[in-house]
């Protein structure tokens, strides 16, 4: 297994409630797919540094997991087909440190 992080941005517009649940739903989607995850950061409430379809901010939650490349396939799928979901990015931190 190799090691990444991802960042994501949440719509702003969710309450406190629905952003915890898209948390979960991805953290949950990560284990399901035997990924390892070491943490989850949530940075909370910033503003983007460029408008995107819109929105001027958004919630910023990263997570530093291990997982096979598959893991990796499924989370970006579900990523770009999510609506609660501005902006993403999956980083393989093996490579980097290599």
């Known amino acids: 297994m190799r090691k990444y992080e991802t960042m994501f941005v949440i719509r702003p517009d969710l309450d406190e409630e629905g952003t915890k649940a898209v948390i979960e739903k991805f953290v949950n989607l990560l284990k399901d797919q035997g990924a390892e995850i070491e943490s989850v950061e949530e940075w909370g409430m910033r503003k983007l540094a460029y408008e995107v379809n819109k929105v001027r901010e958004g ?40």
């Open 59 to 98: 919630y910023y939650v990263l997570i530093y997991f291990e997982a096979e490349s598959g893991a990796v396939q499924e989370l970006e799928r579900i990523f770009r087909i999510s609506a609660d979901i501005v902006r993403s990015i999956v980083v393989n931190q093996t490579e980097l440190a290599g």
